[in-house]
Each structure stands twice: as C-alpha cells, then as structure tokens.
C-alpha cells in the first residue's frame, strides 16, 4: 500500500504509520494535484494490478479482490470499477457505470446496479488498472489534466488502444459527496471547464467544440460560477475568478505533449 500526501496541511504518515506499518508514505513538497500524485503511487508500487483509491472513499472489505477477478478473466480488459454509493446514504448509488452523453463532452453516470460484469466508458474515485496498459499509456496525464477529467481523457485512451473498462456489481464503494456540494477549492474551480473544453477539442470533432462553446458553455458556465463560490474552501471571489480564468484557458488551449517520464517526478 503506497499512500501519497499531496503536501497537506496535516501529513497522513504520523497519524497513519502506527496503523499501517507496512504502508509506504509518499509526500509532495509542494501541492501537485491528482494524476501526478497518483502517477507517482504507481511508480513507487509493485504488481501486475494498480488499484487507485481516492482519501474520501470507503471500499468494501473484498472489493479489491473482486475487482482483480474481473480483470483475470480477459486480456482485453484494462480497468475494472465497483459500484459508489454516497457514504451519507449508504444503499443510493452515486455511479454504477459511466456512458458518453448525447451531448458533447459530457458523460452520463448511471445509477442502476447490473446483474454481472458491465462495460463502462469511465470511471472515478476507485479502480483497479492492469500495471501493463497503465505503463503502455504512460499513465495519467498530469500536464494537460491534472485534476478534472483525468479519468476520462485516460478512459479515451484506454478504449483507443483497444482495450475497455467494466464494472464488477459485486465490489462496493462508498463516496463521501454531498448531495448539492462537491469539495471545491481555487485550484479546482479552475480546471473544472477548463478540462472539459480539453477533452472536446483532443476528442470531439471541431463541430462539436463549436456547439458546446455557443449553446452549452454559457448556461454551464453560470451554473458553475455559482455552484462553485458556494462551496468553496478559500474564499468565493477566488473561486469565481479562477474559475473564469480557467475558462478562457480552456478555450486558448493548444495541446501538450505529455513525456513518457512523467510519472517520475522529484517528491
């Protein structure tokens, strides 16, 4: 087990280690968000199966081993997910499986348990990856996405290389996500449309770029530039501009190269 701390303000290793002595803690010196911190748990850990767990999920007991018998049973699956539940309501399902939305750039979280193994596009929060595909796609992006959308543009790339997602119904997780509320802060608000409009213009065609840009983005737009200062954790102004910022990014967007290295960053 390899837990990163992502230069928090309380370190994990002091109040973790006693209980978990045979853990590895990694700790960034400086904040470096979601895929790097999750690029840097995988290479610093061992075995053919990579499970990613996010610090506000609760897995069940045999999720793990559940999820390592859906990806024994094909080659061609690279990533296997268990069902979330919210943890506030435990038996509501937050996401069983992951489709693309009929509107571009979105993707539809559905809530209905399958009766066995199910495709999904995507996935989130936890999942297991197959140690090969995840080295063969150099992991996940974290120059063009390192919060927000890391998930899917890895999704696009498992799927374009052949190979797909399922969910195991059997294997639990639970979320803790609030019903209106996500946790939010300045550097979050920021990549939220930001990333969404990266992923249009790395995976859509230029005519769905140019429909989401006219008809959707200014109601999405208002919706988050709402939602998001009402959560925040650093102040609503600083949300709200960063989330502008991000926006207008998003929309001069020229793609990055991401390096085969990336995932050997200095902690």
């Known amino acids: 087990m390899v837990v990163v701390d992502d230069a928090s303000t309380n370190p994990a290793e002091p109040a973790l280690s006693s209980r978990f002595p045979s853990a590895r803690f990694l700790r960034n010196k400086e904040r470096k968000l979601l895929s790097c911190s999750r690029n840097l748990g995988a290479a610093a850990s061992s075995g053919n199966y990579l499970f990613f767990l996010d610090d506000d999920n609760v897995l069940a007991p045999d999720a793990i081993g559940l999820l390592a018998e859906t990806l024994d049973k094909s080659e061609q699956v690279a990533v296997s997910a268990p069902v979330t539940f919210y943890l506030g309501r435990p038996t509501v399902v937050w996401t069983s499986y992951i489709t693309r939305s009929a509107f571009p750039g979105f993707y539809k979280l559905h809530t209905d348990i399958p009766s066995s193994d199910a495709p999904t596009f995507s996935f989130h929060n ?142």
């Open 126 to 267: 936890s999942f297991m990856v197959k140690r090969k595909v995840f080295d063969e796609l150099h992991g996940f992006d974290c120059v063009n996405f390192p919060i927000r959308f890391s998930e899917v543009d890895f999704a696009h790339r498992v799927n374009a290389a052949g190979y797909s997602a399922v969910v195991n119904p059997k294997a639990k997780d639970w979320h803790d996500l609030g019903w209106s509320l996500v946790h939010i802060d300045s550097a979050r608000a920021y990549y939220t449309e930001r990333n969404r409009i990266v992923v249009l213009k790395r995976y859509f065609s230029k005519r769905d770029l140019v429909f989401y840009s006219i008809c959707i983005l200014p109601f999405v737009g208002a919706y988050y530039l709402v939602h998001h200062p009402l959560g925040t954790t650093d102040g609503r102004l600083k949300t709200a501009s960063s989330f502008l910022r991000g926006t207008v990014d998003g929309l001069r967007f020229k793609e990055t190269k991401m390096t085969p290295n990336q995932d050997r960053l200095e902690l």
